[in-house]
């Protein structure tokens, strides 16, 4: 978060919007992982 607070502090619109962009879906996976990670570790099916 705090990359994307420099960014904005930049003025670089659409390099904010593409940071934005790229820590979301890291975040997004990393959540992912530690969900599917969780169900392996108690064997339960993944539902997707």
């Known amino acids: 978060m705090a990359e ?3 960014l ?3 003025g670089d619109l659409e390099g904010e919007a593409r940071q934005a ?3 979301l ?3 997004l996976g ?3 992982q530690r ?3 969780a169900l392996d570790a ?3 099916r993944r539902p997707f």
Do not use: I, P
Request: aromatic share 4%; charged share 35%; net charge negative.
């Open 21 to 23: 962009a790229l820590l």
């Open 25 to 27: 879906q890291e975040d």
């Open 4 to 6: 994307l607070v420099e």
């Open 8 to 10: 904005c502090a930049a």
């Open 42 to 44: 108690h064997g339960e």
């Open 30 to 32: 990393a959540k992912r």
């Open 35 to 37: 969900y599917t990670d």
